[in-house]
């Protein structure tokens, strides 16, 4: 019987994929792989697997979505076990959640083995523990992609006075950070950007929230980045912010820790 895999690979840093992950890839016979997947976690697929990249990045169209269900749904019926690998957490944003209806409405059960979000695991790779009770009551984990019909609602949002940590925010950090300014939010609020986190060239930005989207362009940050926004953002590890002393686009006002 083939058996079909939606699996988190994690953040970037290979150690940071489950048991559980790297049991059921070595087990797939056709691995579809989304841009965010580090590549180095294939070392856990069989040498024979038949690898497909499916995401957008260097320079090829992405693949529809339709297109990846049913390339997944002809390896299935061919009898083929297919794990498909996304970065971070399958449901966490990523479209996991409409790949798996896709597969359920054709009749076919999916095992879905979770990874480490980014929202939680950028946070943490600068020292930012997301919930920390000094600080907030919770987390938001919100989408910055959406425009129109489909901004969220910031003005809730800034209400809720929770951590804010935005994903696919970095093309609209300019818009964000001006509706929650809008939305009552301090000027003061401390903020971070944490690209490519917990990968070699994982980069940061702290700033407060009316200098920050000046302090992200100047650094040149870009995507993937987890931006947070709230006072755990103060938290960030003096010993990360040094690393960047070097960067003199930086904001001076970004060490929070002094
Ligand atoms: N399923 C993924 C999220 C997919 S949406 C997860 O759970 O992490 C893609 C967004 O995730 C990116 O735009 C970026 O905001 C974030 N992201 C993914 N990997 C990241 C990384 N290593 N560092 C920073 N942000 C990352």
């Known amino acids: 019987m083939s058996r079909a895999w939606l699996i988190g690979a994690g953040p970037g840093d290979v150690e940071l994929m489950t048991l559980k992950a790297t049991r059921a890839l070595a087990q797939a016979d056709v691995v579809l792989v989304d841009d965010l997947v580090n ?29 990846i269900v049913a390339m997944m749904l002809d390896h299935l019926r061919a009898g ?10 399958p449901f966490v944003f990523g479209r996991g959640g409409e790949e798996q209806q896709a597969l359920h409405e054709a009749g076919i059960d999916v095992e879905v083995v979770n990874g480490i979000t980014a929202g939680i695991a950028a ?11 000094d600080h907030a009551q919770g987390v938001v984990f919100v989408t910055g ?34 509706a929650l300014l809008a939305a009552g939010m301090s000027a003061d609020t401390p903020c ?19 200098e920050f989207s000046q302090a992200v ?18 938290l960030a590890l003096a010993q990360a912010v040094s690393t960047q002393a070097a960067d003199a686009t930086l904001h001076p006002d970004t060490d929070f820790t002094r």
């Open 39 to 67: 590549p180095d976690v294939l070392q856990f697929a069989r040498a024979d697997a038949l690898v497909v990249y499916v995401g957008k990045r260097g320079g090829h169209p992405s693949t529809p979505q339709a297109g």
């Open 80 to 89: 083929r076990s297919v794990a498909r690998l996304k970065g971070g957490d």
């Open 123 to 133: 946070p943490a790779a600068i020292g930012i523990p997301v919930t920390h009770r």
């Open 145 to 178: 992609h959406g425009a129109g019909s489909a901004e969220p609602d910031w003005h809730a949002l800034v209400a809720t006075r929770m951590t804010l940590v935005i994903y696919m925010g970095m093309r609209r950090l300019g818009d964000i950070a001006g």
């Open 192 to 210: 971070a950007a944490i690209e490519s986190a917990t990968r070699p060239e994982q980069r940061h930005a702290l700033a407060r929230l009316g």
């Open 217 to 234: 362009a100047s650094a040149g940050l870009g995507s993937p980045a987890i931006v947070v926004i709230g006072g755990v953002a103060s």
